[in-house]
């Protein structure tokens, strides 16, 4: 079973994504910051990593610099879910080391297909 | 009012109604025709409003309707008036006899009142009591059996006592004892005023019952002095059980105390409340025996009485209050309005009947008229009345059959003009939903073409110069185009363009007879024009162009109206261009605005965004490379990330920067230890340099005496040398007599092989002779045999022919000798040429010999000129030698100039070491002023 880690800082997101996920079979480890992720990602081990964009402290895109940037999670596949849906964004997201970039709102499908398309 | 009036009235409203119906039928059909709007008949407002009521019914109902209305109307209210009189009247009898009944019971109250206060003064005054001697001989027992027997006749009392002037009971009639009086009011009254006393009820309110106290004075029949206080204690049951006797069934009483408190009621809940409350009316000065007032809450309304005053009694200060129910007051009343009813309704049923029985017949003709009128307004234009009699509705008749013929016949004329209209509409309505210039104008000339049936329409647009191209056209099959065409008419400005803009139109009904200018006939005749129309369009005072029809397929006499349509058409192509123009200018306007208004809220948001971003970047400019931008929504939210991504990598450069200074001053304390060392090293070596050029000036001086050697050797082998090239010299000559006797022997050989060959040729002419002779003798036998055939006559041929064989046998003979002759002169030359060849080959041999030793002296000669040249160059080696020497000790020289420079160099490194930590050490504090944890 994967583990995915959702980094999201809204709970009422974070309750949509983690539903998705365990209805499709996912261990889901959520972290309410980027900076819990942060430590979350190296001492678990997610098989994927989940992040919002727009967080208080620590936004999505630093999380993804500082995930490729540590050897632990250099190459954990990420997959950016935001709101910022402009092409500018999903370009600047991908060049932060995000392998999928979604913009909300997006379905179960999508996430669970983004997921499949990294997902080793 | 009276039916006729009514029926008059009705009528006047009947006819006006007819107008309108017949106004709404007019209407009806303008509408079909599609007249515009404004020009429809209004019907009047103030004949409306009663009819529309009543438009829903029929004639004759209506009639009959207001027929009745009118007949029973004045029966109900008659009716009404009557009940409401008697009701007034009855209701002022039954409150007469209401207060009637009340002072009555006042009355009757207070005459029991007065008797009951005559029985206490008479038992009072009994002979027992008031008689000394009588009372005085009698036991306490005797004297209580005595006022039994006195109060005995009068039985409404529950108790009787005596009392003396300390208020101890003396005698009494109940069996219950009772207490000390003294402090009773009456009692206290009594014994002040020395007179008779009635008190006022004294209510028992858990009870519901009250009583009242009779109390007299008894005196001493002798000496008239007060000695006792008789009481009587009279329980008002018994008043109430006289007033039950009085009063009707449904009637309700109450009596009042001097304090408006109930103490006798029919209902005895009532008792102990107080009236006030009950009946908020009843306040004093509003008390007046004419009033009715009823009680909350209860179907009652009560008459009031004060107390009447009799002669000899007290004035107790009493109120009565007689109540009925409202049932029994109305019962009256309702058999009244019963009576009156049924009476009303009888009488209206009979006026109502002879009243729809009167209009039926008169609604009857106006029914058919009305029918009529409404089929016509329905559009059946062939409906027609019969005419009968002679009154107003014959001619109303009359009126309405010109009204259809007239109506059939404007409708003709409508239905025509409709279409017309409604061609023009169509044209002006398609022409007005193009949306661009072009496509109104190409709208335009179909349209005006297929409204006027004509050959050709076009458009023509002015420029400032008046000149004008021909923009748009629509041309039947078969005539020329003119789209596109450019005319400039010299004439045109000053002749036309004042008369069109005021609308003139210009029209030509048959150009071969018109008299126009030639130039404008040239215009018209390359098109086949035979007739035209030519209409300006101007939008706002400025003609912009001008619509025009041509008739190509022979003359044409336009119709007023074609012309009318014709104009109009160009007027609207003109409105549509404005409205196009205008609409184009609009949306352009709007789009720049709101374009404008998008940039300046993009612009602001941006702003706006742009400080927020500043506010979190302006740490990071101070030094704290831990601050962090806001990634938001916006567009600046990647440039404030690309911002964090900038300061985490400075970030992580000037850590990096901080551990490599803080290395560098380190491993610059150790660089400069071993600079120290490697200039002591560099001093051991310059020393080291100066011995090792000692030891290479001792070689040199070595080399020289090799050298001197060498050239001593050289002149030996230059003479030995010399002397080998005299001998080569002298082998040479020998070399070449030998050549000369190989030529000469040689040139012998030939000639000897020539003598051969010679020989050889004569074998071969011996052999050809040889030949003939065996030919010559087998012709010879050839002969004896054909000379033998032929017999004798051959005999002479066969003898020559035996004498040519025989010569040709001794040819052949003598061929052989010869043969043999040539075989011995060939062997003998055949051993000369082996001789010579011997001879020749002893000559190489020795020619070999004489080689061998000459190439021997050559080798002598190369080997010494071998041994001068390796001396000359071991002089040269050793020449070179010296100078390479040379080059060494001057090379020596400078390494340990080099060597000492390197010491004077490692010093200076040494120090500037020292200065580089100094650096390193300013690096570190100026890095150390960026925050990176």
């Known amino acids: 079973m994967s583990k995915v880690l959702v980094v999201e800082d809204a709970p009422s997101e974070m309750e949509l994504l983690s539903h998705y996920l365990q209805q499709s079979g996912y261990l889901v480890i959520s972290a309410m910051s980027a900076k819990d992720a942060l430590n979350k990602a190296i001492e678990l081990k997610p098989d994927i990593v989940v992040t919002d964009v727009i967080m208080p402290g620590m936004s999505g895109f630093t999380l993804c610099r500082s995930l490729r940037r540590h050897p632990e999670t250099e190459n954990v596949p990420i997959i950016i879910c935001t709101s910022k849906n402009q092409e500018i964004d999903r370009f600047w997201g991908l060049r932060q080391g995000a392998n999928v970039y979604m913009t909300k709102p997006f379905t179960q499908d999508d996430l669970i297909r983004a997921i499949k398309s990294v997902e080793g | 009012m009276g039916k006729g009036t009514g029926f008059s009235v009705h009528l006047r409203d009947y006819f006006l109604y007819l107008l309108h119906l017949t106004l709404v039928m007019v209407d009806q059909i303008e509408s079909q025709i599609s007249t515009p709007p404004s020009r429809r008949l209004v019907t009047p407002r103030s004949q409306d409003s009663f009819f529309t009521r009543l438009t829903p019914l029929g004639l004759e109902k209506k009639i009959a309707a207001i027929a009745i209305i009118l007949g029973t109307l004045p029966v109900f209210g008659v009716g009404a008036i009557g009940y409401g009189l008697a009701n007034r009247a009855l209701t002022q009898q039954l409150a007469d006899t209401q207060q009637v009944s009340s002072v009555r019971l006042s009355d009757l109250i207070s005459r029991y009142m007065a008797q009951r206060y005559a029985d206490i003064q008479a038992i009072a005054s009994s002979a027992v009591l008031a008689n000394a001697k009588v009372r005085d001989s009698l036991s306490s027992t005797e004297r209580d059996a005595a006022l ?17 002037l300390e208020g101890n009971v003396l005698s009494q009639t109940a069996s219950q004892s009772v207490a000390n009086q003294a402090n009773q009011d009456y009692f206290r009254t009594v014994l002040k005023t020395n007179k008779p006393f009635i008190s006022q009820p004294i209510i028992f309110s858990k009870e519901r019952t009250s009583e009242v106290y009779f109390a007299a004075p008894i005196k001493d029949a002798d000496t008239g002095k007060t000695i006792a206080i008789a009481r009587a204690d009279l329980p008002l049951a018994k008043l109430a059980d006289q007033i039950k006797s009085y009063t009707l069934v449904g009637q309700e009483y109450r009596l009042l105390n001097n304090s408006s408190e109930v103490f006798l009621a029919s209902q005895s809940d009532r008792i102990g409340r107080n009236a006030m409350s009950d009946f908020p009316e009843l306040r004093e000065g509003q008390r007046d025996p004419n ?21 000899g009694l007290p004035d107790l200060n009493w109120q009565i209050l007689l109540g009925s129910t409202v049932e029994t007051a109305s019962q009256p009343r309702q058999q009244l309005l019963l009576i009156l009813g049924i009476g009303t309704s009888v009488a209206a049923v009979l006026a109502g009947c002879i009243a729809a029985w009167l209009s039926g017949r008169l609604a009857r003709r106006l029914t058919s008229v009305t029918t009529a009128i409404q089929a016509l307004g329905q559009g059946q234009l062939e409906t027609r009345l019969t005419l009968r009699g002679d009154d107003e509705i014959t001619s109303l008749s009359g009126s309405v059959n010109s009204m259809a013929d007239q109506l059939q016949s404007l409708l003709q004329q409508q239905v025509r003009h409709a279409s017309d209209l409604q061609c023009f509409n169509e044209a002006t309505f398609h022409i007005r939903k193009s949306l661009d210039v072009d496509g109104v104008m190409q709208t335009a000339v179909r349209e005006v073409r297929r409204l006027l049936e004509c050959d050709r329409a076009l458009v023509y647009l002015f420029d400032e110069q008046w000149q004008g191209t021909i923009v748009a056209e629509s041309v039947a099959l078969g005539y020329p185009a ?66 025009a029809v041509h008739q190509c397929s022979g003359p044409r006499d336009w119709q007023s109206s074609e012309m009318n349509l014709f104009y109009q058409m160009a007027v609207h192509v003109g409105f549509a261009l404005e409205q196009v123009r205008l609409v184009e200018q609009e949306q352009k306007l709007l789009h720049v605005e709101t374009l404008s208004e998008e940039r300046r809220q993009h612009k ?25 931008a806001m990634v938001g929504e916006g567009e600046i939210g990647i440039i404030a990330d690309f911002f964090n991504a900038i300061v985490e990598n400075l970030q992580h450069l000037v850590q990096q920067v901080k551990q490599a200074t803080v290395e560098v001053s380190a491993s610059l304390g150790n660089h400069e230890v071993a600079v120290r060392s490697l200039s002591t090293d560099a001093d051991l070596q310059a020393q080291e340099t100066a011995s090792t050029l000692a030891s290479v000036e001792q070689m040199i001086t070595s080399i020289k005496t090799v050298a001197q050697s060498a050239q001593q050797a050289a002149i030996v082998s230059q003479s030995a040398s010399a002397t080998a090239e005299t001998g080569g010299l002298a082998i040479d000559a020998t070399v070449q007599s030998i050549v000369e006797l190989r030529q000469t022997i040689g040139e012998t050989a030939k000639k000897v092989k020539r003598l051969g060959e010679a020989s050889q040729q004569i074998s071969k002419v011996v052999s050809l002779i040889n030949q003939i002779s065996v030919q010559t003798n087998m012709l010879a036998i050839n002969a004896g045999i054909e000379a033998a055939r032929a017999g004798k006559e051959g005999q002479g041929f066969a003898t020559v022919a035996d004498e040519v064989a025989a010569l040709a046998v001794r040819a052949s003979e003598a061929t052989q000798e010869i043969e043999h002759l040539v075989l011995n002169i060939q062997q003998e030359t055949g051993e000369v040429i082996d001789a010579m060849e011997q001879g020749t080959a002893q000559v190489v041999e020795g020619t070999q010999c004489v080689e061998d030793a000459k190439q021997s002296l050559e080798q002598m000669m190369k080997a010494s000129h071998g041994i001068n040249q390796l001396v000359q160059s071991i002089s040269l080696a050793t020449e ?25 160099s490692s010093i200076q490194v040494s120090d500037s070491l020292r200065q580089t930590t100094a650096i390193a050490k300013e690096l570190q504090g100026s890095v150390e002023t960026f925050k990176v944890s």
């Not at chain 2, 109060?151 to 006592?161: I, Q, S």
């Not at chain 2, 706006?608 to 302006?618: D, M």
């Not at chain 2, 030698?881 to 004077?904: K, Y």
């Open chain 2, 880 to 904: 070179s030698q010296v100078e390479t020497t040379h080059a060494i000790a001057t090379l020596m020289h400078e390494i340990a100039q080099v060597a000492e420079r390197t010491s004077n």
């Open chain 2, 482 to 547: 003119s789209l596109g065409v450019n005319i400039a008419d010299p004439c045109f400005a000053q002749q036309f363009v004042d008369k069109y803009r005021q609308g003139r139109m210009h029209s030509i009904s048959n150009l071969d007879t018109v008299d126009i200018d030639p130039c404008y006939r040239g215009q018209l005749e390359p098109f086949h024009v035979k007739a035209n129309l030519v209409a300006p369009m101007v939008v706002e005072g400025k003609l912009i162009g001008l619509l």
């Open chain 2, 604 to 628: 602001e948001t941006f702003q706006f965004q742009l400080l927020e971003l500043l506010q979190h970047v302006e740490k990071a400019a101070m030094g704290d490379l831990t601050a962090r």
């Open chain 2, 291 to 311: 009033r009715y007032f009823s009680e909350p809450g209860n179907r009652l309304f009560f008459s009031y009485a004060p107390w009447t005053k009799l002669d």
């Open chain 2, 148 to 164: 039994k027997r006195i109060v005995e006749p009068y039985g409404m009392y529950d108790d009787v006592a005596i009392f003396d």
